[in-house]
């Protein structure tokens, strides 16, 4: 029998596949961009210092990267293939536990390898400029693909006994967060109130984090063993990950029979979930009475709880920063990185609810049954404005309440009259920024999970259209600039044009994204809804007008490869 057939066959797969090379692609471009944005907006700082800044800021995008790959590439490919049943199918070979378990590991990683190795590159090129050793850059490779590696492979035991997608990303994002983020936290905290004042080690050396930094030439000249220690560990736990994969894969597919304590575990969670039963049937008459769809999308009753749990969590994170550094924690850059955090956290959150539960119904084939109801397109959508209105209008508001006692605060450490309206309208933009972000992520997040393969492919697309092709955008716009002003004989523009061509870049490409998808909504709805086993062709055969759709014989599962059951790589068709 060949060793690791599934690696063998994936590999061959990923091989004639378009978005194989389109990632490499995108990703060193990307990389190139922002260092070459950074270099021409640093052009007046030293050489050195523009190189250890374009270091730093270079390969910690790329480690965190790296970092949250997991959550996107691995954390639901074995789920998926329980819920659809496939799974158990591949157990009825020859194949053992670590050959299903490699093969899907290779399937849904490949592209997020093959985006650091190609940007590992483009990082060295700091090295040219000075200040940035070459075994400084050796030790930050080694730190993104070990971090790529860890996080893959955490991915994968939390998939193999998950059975939700939901619940399986959110694990594996809980879990990435406690050992790269909340473990040094707790020893920081412990180190607060010890006698010692220093954070144990125990606490730091499983976080990817700390790899990094000691990484840097000078924090490993002074602990040298320690970087050597923490990167052996975080490789141990990925190891560990994948091992347990390997033995629970085999066993988490069956449906066993729940016992007694499983059972009331259920029950109390539905019980905190949807109540009793008094309290669903009425729930539900209220909800219904505003509209059915409503009701469908908030069942849940304790969502908006959720979100109100995760600002509470960075409430006491910012209490704790003011009770430790005391005056020094009321600076201006802790007031933006602050809104900064909420900001991108709620609109996340919300990209993800407003493309889930039509993403969903979709791929279940539910949505059909839905559209055969006297439910129009309208409703619909009023029904999932609704449901999204009862989960974030609370949080929202405080949010921007927030922001508003920043504002003043900002303002009022201003000595100059030009900073402090500078300060104002940066703060104002924001805020406006914010809430036409949301309009604009509820339109295209709707279109979006009626056009994408799962929910979690939706959300992505919602985000890289809505928060960051706009910031492409204006990198290119403001390296552009900044090319014509090396003329010396070129005027200056004031900040007045730039703030400008910010709000112009980020409220056009909202409303443009928003009004496309609005349309497309109320003429292609249903349409939309019952291909769902459509294969797109590629861009560029769109672009040519030379391929159309092509409708296949079934589901994804059917078309893979005989006898390896459904792989998420082939029926990627790419960009």
Not at 267 to 279: I, P, Q, V
Not at 295 to 318: E, G, Q, S
Not at 475 to 485: D, H, V, Y
Request: charged fraction near 15%.
């Amino acid at each position: 029998m060949t060793f690791l057939p599934i690696v063998s066959r994936e590999l061959r797969v990923a091989a004639r596949r378009r978005g194989t090379y389109w990632m490499r692609t995108i990703a060193a471009m990307a990389v190139i961009l922002a260092g070459a944005w950074l270099f021409l907006m640093m052009q007046d700082q030293p050489q050195a210092m523009i190189a250890m800044t374009l270091f730093c800021i270079l390969t910690g995008s790329a480690i965190l990267y790296a970092l949250f790959s997991g959550v996107r590439a691995t954390a639901d490919c074995l789920s998926e293939e329980k819920r659809e049943g496939t799974l158990g199918l591949l157990f009825l070979t020859d194949l053992r536990g670590y050959d299903v378990v490699f093969g899907k590991l290779v399937a849904n990683s490949l592209n997020a390898f093959y985006a650091v190795v190609a940007a590992m590159p483009m990082l060295a090129i700091p090295l040219l400029l000075g200040g940035v050793t070459p075994a400084e850059f050796g030790r930050m490779a080694l730190v993104a693909l070990n971090t790529l590696f860890f996080s893959l492979t955490l991915g994968m035991a939390v998939s193999a006994m998950s059975r939700s997608a939901q619940k399986a990303r959110g694990t594996t994002m809980l879990l990435l967060l406690i050992c790269s983020a909340l473990l040094p936290l707790g020893g920081a905290l412990l180190a607060t109130f010890g006698p010692t004042r220093e954070v144990s080690p125990v606490f730091l050396l499983p976080s990817p984090g700390c790899a990094y930094y000691l990484a840097l030439d000078s924090t490993y000249k002074l602990l040298p063993e320690r970087f050597w220690y923490s990167l052996v560990i975080v490789h141990f736990l990925g190891w560990l990950s994948l091992a347990w994969a390997s033995l629970v894969a085999p066993r988490s597919w069956q449906d066993k029979p729940p016992g007694a304590k499983t059972l009331r575990w259920r029950e109390r969670l539905r019980f905190w979930g949807y109540g009793n039963t008094a309290e669903r049937a009425a729930f539900r008459r209220r909800l219904l009475a505003r509209n059915a769809f409503l009701w469908l999308a908030a069942r849940m009753r304790l969502k908006p709880a959720t979100v109100w749990t995760a600002l509470f969590i960075i409430a006491c994170l910012w209490v704790w920063g003011l009770a430790k550094f005391r005056r020094d924690w009321l600076q201006v850059p802790i007031y933006v990185m602050t809104a900064l955090v909420l900001n991108f956290l709620l609109r996340c959150w919300f990209s993800g609810e407003a493309t889930r539960q039509l993403a969903d119904d979709r791929k279940a084939g539910t949505l059909e049954l839905l559209l055969s109801t006297p439910l129009s397109v309208r409703e619909i959508l009023r029904g999932q404005w609704l449901a999204l209105q009862r989960q974030f209008i609370g949080p929202v508001l405080l949010v921007l309440a927030i922001e508003c006692v920043f504002l003043f605060v900002s303002a009022g450490e201003m000595l100059d009259a030009d900073d402090r309206v500078l300060t104002v309208v940066l703060w104002l933009g924001g805020m406006l920024m914010f809430v036409a972000d949301l309009g604009a992520l509820y339109w295209v997040g709707m279109w979006q999970s009626l056009s994408s393969r799962n929910p979690s492919h939706a959300s992505n697309r919602s985000l890289l259209r809505i928060l960051v092709l706009p910031w492409i955008c204006l990198a290119l716009l403001l390296a552009m600039f900044a090319i014509g002003s090396l003329n010396a004989l070129q005027s200056q523009p004031g900040w007045t044009f730039y703030v400008g061509l910010w709000l112009f870049v980020g409220l056009a490409t909202d409303i443009g994204f928003a009004v496309h998808a609005r349309y497309k909504l109320l003429t292609s709805f249903r349409l939309a809804a019952q291909e769902r086993f459509v294969l797109r062709p590629g861009f560029w055969s769109r672009f040519r007008g030379a391929a159309t759709p092509t409708v296949s014989a079934g589901p994804p599962a059917l078309r893979s490869a005989p006898g390896l059951g459904r792989s998420n790589s082939g029926s990627d068709q790419g960009p």
